[in-house]
Nanobody, 121 residues
Framework: QVQLVESGGGLVQPGGSLRLSCAAS????????MGWYRQAPWKERELVAR???????NFVDSVKGRFTISRDNGENTVHLQMNSLKPEDTAVYYC???????????????WGQGTQVTVSS
């Protein structure tokens, strides 16, 4: 099996920072892409940032300049550094990855359980 385990969520005041981490474990041959989605109450899940073999990118205009995604290939881990947090960043943040378990397998998509981020005074 493959598991994605997230950590680092919590309650923070506006303007504060949090660092989310996601570690992939299990039988892993390669990770083709790994990143973060978020889902706020009453909204659709959206892609926030993702790392590919060619590099990493943000996909939400409102987080550019505030959120930074990074990947540690040796540890099968991806991090999301979130600075200058705003109430509208409040959401459940989900780790997502495309993982190949063996050299003969096709890449499959996996989700973490999600971690709550609440920005409030």
């Amino acid at each position: 099996q493959v598991q994605l385990v997230e950590s680092g969520g919590g309650l923070v005041q506006p303007g504060g920072s949090l660092r989310l981490s996601c570690a992939a474990s299990g039988t892993i041959f390669s990770i083709d892409g790994m990143g973060w989605y978020r889902q706020a109450p009453w909204k659709e899940r959206e892609l926030v940032a993702r790392c590919f073999s060619s590099g990493c990118a943000n996909f939400v205009d409102s987080v550019k300049g505030r959120f930074t995604i990074s990947r540690d290939n040796g540890e099968n881990t991806v991090h999301l550094q979130m600075n200058s947090l705003k109430p509208e960043d409040t959401a459940v943040y989900y780790c997502n990855a495309d993982i190949r378990r063996t050299r003969w397998d096709a890449s499959r998509n996996y989700w973490g359980q999600g971690t709550q981020v609440t920005v409030s005074s």
